[in-house]
């Protein structure tokens, strides 16, 4: 049985809530990763080699590069960790930042440095978790909606194929305005 393009587009529609439920699970396991460091990371003193600030918002990639000398006499460099961008500002000025670092795990540097009396490391968790919730309720919300596009198309058809029987005299787009 040959499938038209409504059907292959609403079968391959499905790709969209699997994508956003990876992006989920993926933000999960970063804050998770972030959460596991902080708990189990040595605390240490990071040295700033660099802070970047775009001056775009709406290009938000912002970053700090770390060098950071470990109890053992070990020296961990850590270039380019991404910082959300309302971050960057009060930590510019600084020289040194209060870390965890543990350097097995898949985030080996966290900065334990407070902003107000929050940690960064625990807005970063947050911003994760949120992601991972907002992921999960497109990926939810996507695969209701294909779910009954899907039905539709097998229960009624194409609804372009559907046609009419006869012309309706009274349709709105069938008046002519006479100015």
Not at 13 to 36: C, E, M, N, R, T
Not at 99 to 104: G, I, N, P, T, Y
Request: proline fraction near 7%; aromatic fraction near 8%; hydrophobic fraction near 40%.
């Amino acid at each position: 049985m040959a499938t038209s393009l409504p059907h292959r587009i609403a079968q391959f529609a499905w790709l969209a809530p699997i994508l956003f439920f990876g992006l989920s699970l993926h933000q999960a396991k970063v804050a998770y990763d972030l959460h596991a460091t902080k708990l189990h990371g040595v605390e240490a003193t990071a040295e700033v080699l660099e802070m970047h600030k775009g001056n775009r918002s709406d290009v938000t990639y912002d970053y700090a590069s770390l060098r950071t000398t470990l109890p053992d006499g070990e020296t961990l460099t850590r270039r380019k960790l991404s910082l959300p961008h309302g971050i960057v500002p009060p930590l510019l000025e600084r020289e040194t930042l209060r870390v965890r670092v543990q350097k097995e795990a898949s985030i080996p540097i966290v900065i334990t440095e407070p902003i107000g009396p929050t940690p960064v490391v625990d807005t970063q968790m947050r911003i994760a978790a949120i992601n991972c919730f907002m992921s999960l309720g497109a990926a939810l919300l996507f695969w209701i909606g294909i779910w009954f596009w899907n039905r539709s198309l097998r229960r009624d058809g194409d609804p372009a194929d559907r046609g009419v029987s006869e012309v309706d005299p009274d349709h709105p787009a069938r008046r002519v305005v006479r100015s």
